[in-house]
């Protein structure tokens, strides 16, 4: 029976992440990228929960109240960012600025779908089939989104610098990479404690972010041609 619901939970999590992946990579259909390499980028995203979550637990038992939360979140985002420096951004395929947005993206998702799974599952398996899809609608509306947005931040400051210097990149995903932190940590804060109304409020925010993302999306897009055009006048 617990192999079952794990597998219930597993597909609660995965489906609606695969939702969100799709959405995403019709952004990108003027130039799409080659499947293996979203799958590995998702797939990673999946294998970095494991990973992250016994770092996590240390992390509790050193530390308390509010400096946990923001080390929590710093592992999550660092491994995530982490995972898309080794296995994804050297390869060839990677050759325009909005890849590094739709590759970040992608591996955010999948670590999504794994952590809803998990969460998903401890209600599932007590019986508590209610809480269990609460919990599932809750996480795609409002920490999947989360888990886009902060990933997302890191390849928008990766993007736009995606034709400078390798020193102003590195910075700049340094700080993409902070601010995804910032970004996690106040979601995490607000919402530990919220409910009803405050909660909305929440996702609220969360969901001007991805708007915020999909005109800085658009701004990607604009750079690529002006520079592809400076290419073709030069």
């Not at 996480?139 to 400078?164: I, N």
Request: hydrophobic fraction near 60%.
């Amino acid at each position: 029976m617990e192999s079952t619901n794990f597998a219930i939970a597993f597909l609660a999590g995965l489906i609606p992440a695969l939702f969100w992946v799709w959405f995403w990579l019709r952004e990108d259909a003027n130039k799409p990228e080659p499947y293996f390499l979203i799958a590995i980028a998702f797939i990673a995203g999946m294998a970095v929960v494991p990973i992250a979550l016994p770092l996590q637990k240390v992390a509790v038992d050193l530390y308390v109240d509010f400096d946990v939360m923001i080390i929590w979140v710093a592992i999550e985002e660092m491994m995530k960012y982490a995972a898309a420096l080794a296995l994804i951004f050297w390869n060839r395929e990677v050759d325009e600025p909005i890849d590094m947005v739709i590759y970040m993206v992608v591996l955010a998702l999948g670590f999504a779908a794994l952590e809803n799974a998990l969460f998903i599952f401890n209600p599932l398996d007590a019986g508590d089939y209610f809480n269990s899809a609460l919990t599932g609608g809750f996480r795609f509306m409002g920490a999947t989104l989360l888990h886009v947005l902060a990933s997302g931040t890191v390849g928008v400051f990766l993007a736009l610098t995606y034709y400078r210097s390798k020193l102003t990149q590195v910075i700049a995903g340094t700080f993409g990479l902070f601010m995804a932190i910032v970004l996690h940590a106040l979601f995490n804060f607000f919402i530990m404690d919220a409910s009803g109304g405050t909660i909305l409020i929440v996702f609220l925010f969360v969901w001007m972010g991805i708007i915020i993302l999909f005109l800085l999306f658009e701004k990607i897009k604009i750079l690529e041609r002006n520079h592809n055009l400076q290419q073709q006048l030069s």
